[in-house]
């Protein structure tokens, strides 16, 4: 066989240099003539070309700008961002007094709209929202809730309801029908004075009652999740009871678009017929079809874009069905979503794929339009403003005490029964859906539509406030969450172990197991993780629960050790650890550090950056000089407020593949670094670590006390404690050991003098006095 000659590289690099030169300058040259030659042809278009030309450069410029500016598209697309922006500006504010996020982007929008910015800066109003651009939000702000009806129908669990379904239906059905009779007769009263000419009683009725007897469910599931109640039998409940609420609600308001487009009860027969028979036929045909589709494609490599296409098909023939029948496209969402495979796995997948996209992007502009039609100035007499607080009574009354009562006769406590009807009078984005349809239909008229929309506000404020009244006023004999129960043993040594990433909880175990080993008939070791409510669907928590615990179990079993698992969603993730920390009686805290570098800044919670874990050991190695003293200000930033806020000491455990407790270093800057001692002392008693101490800063030969308690650990475990006075301390010596424990206000000073320590120290466990 002839060999081929192979050229070296170096003469191959240059030929395809040579080439591309020659192609694109060929080219190029050649593009260039075909202008010039085509410039000829101006001459036949005329003076109009001619005056054309004679324009300025700077002033063809500026129209063109000018007319960018005014594009449909350019406007829509600065449209979202201002929204998007405010939106996740006043949920961050609301979250911050407790209250659900969805409070504070309903206030967004009416911010945004002509009850505020538009009295306080028209011109710039018109100019971010002009009349024509309202009809691009509303179709997009109408996709938007396609996909959260979509969503909402997804994360109702129908086995609950089927095997709980006696007590939720008759306390969900009072809940409805007792509000709802209060409406009608509110609208006998107010129909003459604020109803639409157009509009007969009953239609106007009608929707004063539905509007009156709404709950919302994802509101309430998540103030239910971040109570810690969500596992509890009162839980449990009242999350049927809301289940089973929003299906007959929305069942009730497709009869009731049937009989208003219709004009009467009697033309809408044919219409309530048709949507029986879409029922029927979703029942019978697709959701049979659905899950055998969810049972093979169940996991991310199955599920794949054609499989998608099926299920979103379904969703928009399902919405398109019933705005035909004319029911709403949304009644065609929901039924969609509640006909979906009930795989657990499956609906948690695809809830991923398009909750993002439907409750950051497009559900804010349902917020800002609902906003742009809510005229609070048109409420500008008392009377108006006496009418808006009658209907804010007759809702609160009708839902509040009417779910009591019907709790209290199931059986229920008073206390529980209160709970109940508190939670179940929450409104939020469901109330302003039924709003915005009877809006669309002309039932409601604007003062009417405004009056309605600060109702469905304050009655969702009012949720949480009431909860706290009733705890305080009726203190549960057991406590409700396992959060208010006491997990530690007066006495012993208690361990609270907070983690975020699983694998880092299992490390904190097996520290917390070498301060203990010896001792764990005298000790206890709690972990906590929690999770962003808005990451944890009600129907997933358990299996959310199980996952995250995993490791830390998995471990406490090899080591064979006993841990108490507390999980929680919550809106303020670091206020639930001072929280939990505070009201136990621990001794120690363990915590990790790795978190975003936009985690907890204002930034980070105004766009919602979810928590990501960063490797502390890659990012000391590979910052330097400023940007290593700004990473570490921004980490130490983290666990400041924990720091400062919780009453116990705090170790923060930056982990660097920490595998064994047998080879220790502290280094001392300060003599109330003695508190260090006691830990050393805990690892050498029941770990067997060897601790050497070094006085960096000559503190310990100074201090009397420093050195007997050396000493006092000395006599016990003469092989297992050394001092060091010499401050070279080398890179070898720091690669031997296996974890640093330095006071917090010492690492301070490590980052500040950007020491070589930070670079090729082992694993770190900062503590807090």
Not at 255 to 283: N, P, Q
Request: glycine share 6%; net charge positive.
């Amino acid at each position: 066989m002839q060999a081929v000659a192979v050229k070296p590289p170096k003469k191959r690099g240059i030929r395809n240099t040579l080439f591309y030169v020659l192609v694109i300058g060929f080219f190029s040259v050649l593009m260039y003539w075909i202008v010039l030659q085509g410039s000829a042809l101006e001459a036949a278009k005329g003076a109009a070309a001619a005056g054309a030309a004679e324009a300025s450069t700077w002033e063809q410029f500026q129209d063109t700008l000018s007319h960018n500016l005014k594009h449909p598209l350019a406007i829509l697309l600065v449209q979202i961002i201002v929204i998007i922006l405010t939106a996740r500006f006043f949920g961050f504010l609301f979250s911050k007094i407790g209250q659900p996020t969805v409070i504070g982007e309903i206030v967004a929008g009416i911010f945004l709209g002509p009850s505020l910015l538009g009295w306080l800066f028209p011109v710039f109003s018109q100019a971010l929202f002009p009349e024509q651009s309202l009809g691009n939000l509303q179709f997009l702000s109408q996709i938007g809730l396609i996909l959260f009806m979509f969503v909402v129908g997804m994360e109702l669990d129908l086995k609950v309801l089927r095997t709980k379904a006696h007590d939720a239906l008759v306390i969900s059905h009072a809940s409805i029908i007792i509000p709802f009779a209060l409406g009608t007769g509110l609208a006998y009263f107010i129909y003459v004075s604020y109803a639409p000419a157009h509009i007969d009683f009953l239609s106007f009725t009608l929707f004063i009652g539905i509007a009156m007897s709404i709950t919302a469910f994802p509101v309430l599931a998540r103030i239910v999740q971040e109570r810690g109640i969500s596992k509890t039998r009162l839980g449990t409940v009242v999350i049927t009871c809301a289940a089973a609420d929003d299906i007959t609600a929305w069942c009730i308001l497709a009869a009731v678009i049937a009989i208003v487009k219709a004009g009467s009860f009697e033309s809408s027969i044919y219409t309530i017929a048709l949507a029986v028979s879409y029922v029927f036929l979703m029942l019978k045909l697709v959701q049979p079809f659905l899950k055998r589709l969810g049972n093979i494609y169940s996991n991310r490599e199955t599920l794949g874009k054609p499989i998608v296409a099926v299920f979103f098909l379904v969703l928009l023939l399902s919405a398109y069905a019933t705005e035909v029948i004319g029911i709403h496209a949304l009644f065609g969402a929901f039924m969609a979503g509640v006909m979906m495979p009930d795989n657990i796995r499956f609906r948690n997948i695809f809830i991923e794929k398009i909750e993002d996209i439907a409750l950051v992007l497009l559900l804010p502009l349902f917020f800002v339009f609902t906003g742009l039609r809510t005229q609070i100035g048109l409420l500008n007499s008392s009377e108006l403003w006496l009418t808006c607080g009658l209907i804010i009574l007759v809702a609160t009354t009708g839902k509040l005490a009417g779910s009591a009562l019907a709790a209290r006769f199931m059986g229920q406590s008073w206390r529980e029964s209160l709970i109940i009807g508190s939670l179940m009078n929450t409104r939020g984005l469901m109330e302003l859906v039924v709003l915005n349809i009877g809006y669309d239909l002309g039932v409601l008229s604007p003062e009417i539509f405004a009056m309605m929309v600060i109702m469905a506000l304050v009655t969702t404020f009012l949720t949480g406030p009431a909860l706290d009244l009733i705890n305080k006023v009726l203190p549960a004999a057991k406590p409700l969450s396992p959060f208010s129960e006491q997990v530690t043993v007066k006495g012993k040594f208690n361990i609270l172990l907070s983690f975020g990433n699983p694998e880092s909880g299992r490390v904190m175990l097996q520290l917390a197991h070498s301060l203990t080993r010896r001792a764990t008939d005298n000790a206890t070791i709690t972990a906590l993780h929690l999770s962003p409510s808005e990451e944890v669907h009600l129907f997933e928590e358990r299996e959310m629960e199980r996952i995250s615990f995993s490791p830390v179990l998995s471990e406490a079993e090899r080591l064979n050790i006993a841990v108490s698992t507390l999980f929680k969603p919550s809106q303020d993730i670091s206020k639930e650890i001072i929280d939990t920390a505070n009201r136990g009686d621990f001794d120690l805290m363990l915590i990790g550090m790795g978190q975003s570098v936009f985690q907890n800044t204002l930034l980070g919670k105004i766009l919602g950056v979810s928590t990501r874990i960063i490797n502390p050991e890659k990012l000391l190695e590979t910052l330097t000089g400023r940007e290593k003293l700004f990473a570490e200000a921004v980490l130490d930033d983290r666990v400041r407020q924990i720091t400062k806020a919780t009453k116990i000491p705090v170790g923060i455990l930056i982990e660097k593949k920490l595998k064994k407790i047998d080879a220790v270093f502290i280094p001392v800057f300060s003599r109330k670094d003695i508190f260090l001692l006691q830990y050393a002392q805990k690892l050498i008693k029941n770990n067997d670590s060897g601790v050497v101490i070094l006085d960096a800063m000559g503190e310990i030969e100074q201090s009397i006390d420093f050195k007997e308690a050396i000493r006092a650990i000395e006599l016990v475990a003469p092989g297992n404690i050394a001092l060091y006075n010499d401050k070279n301390i080398h890179r070898q010596f720091l690669y031997q050991q296996d974890l640093m424990l330095i006071s917090l206000s010492s690492w301070k000073q490590l980052v500040r003098t950007q020491s070589n320590w930070l670079r090729y120290a082992p694993s770190v466990l900062i503590l807090k006095s």
